[in-house]
């Protein structure tokens, strides 16, 4: 019997779940030591909404680096990226109704319907929820591999809500939110250059040949 072949980099995922607690970690100790300033919750619902952007950011970008540098293993940590993205999201948005809100559902809809960036960023996390549901091999046999990559695709637009809802946030626009949103602009524009260069080209009807002057 063939030896079984080994994967290569295999710390590479456990690393990845590893460092991806870490920022949850910091923030818990933090505010166990006080050291979360005078609004804690406030505090909290920033650094946990920054790391799901941060996570967000890196799932996307894992297939533009494998088009413009040929690397191959971000694609193999895509779906952990990703699925801590929607883990540092849905503590974001339990922190919010839990701590700030205490389930008082009369305000968070409140909130949701009348303040601007309250109403983008929930409106990225929904987004998030399919993505995150349909993230196992079994949900991509399931779909269909066409249709469940075209619903993935909303991740770029959860992504730009993600972005936008840091930028109102913070309310006066600073370095920092401004460099989020120019990532995910950026990462945007390639993926669709790339869509652009590997669609195929269009075939007469009938014609089964390549298309005069494309060949």
Request: proline share 7%; net charge positive; glycine share 8%.
């Amino acid at each position: 019997m063939a030896a079984r072949r080994r994967s290569p980099q295999p710390w590479l995922k456990p690393g990845v779940f590893v460092g991806g607690l870490v920022p949850l970690a910091a923030i818990l100790m933090r505010a166990e030591t006080g050291a979360l300033g005078a609004d804690p919750i406030a505090e909290a619902l920033n650094q946990l909404g920054l790391v799901a952007l941060i996570f967000l950011v890196a799932s996307l970008a894992c297939s533009p680096l494998k088009t413009i540098l040929g690397w191959t293993w971000p694609i193999r940590i895509r779906r952990e990226l990703g699925l801590f993205a929607f883990f540092y999201a849905l503590v974001h948005v339990s922190t919010y109704t839990g701590l700030d809100q205490s389930f008082d559902f009369r305000a968070i809809f409140a909130d949701v319907t009348e303040r601007q960036f309250i109403f983008v960023g929930f409106a990225a996390f929904v987004l998030l929820v399919p993505l995150a549901a349909t993230s196992t091999g079994a949900a991509v046999r399931r779909l269909g591999f066409v249709r469940w990559k075209r619903l993935h695709r909303l991740a770029y637009v959860a992504a730009v809500l993600v972005a936008i809802h840091f930028l109102l946030r913070v309310k006066v626009v600073t370095t920092e939110p401004l460099a989020y949103a120019v990532i995910v602009g950026g990462l945007l524009l390639v993926r669709i250059v790339a869509f652009k260069r590997w669609r195929p080209t269009p075939r007469a009807p009938g014609t089964l040949g390549p298309v005069p002057g494309k060949a």
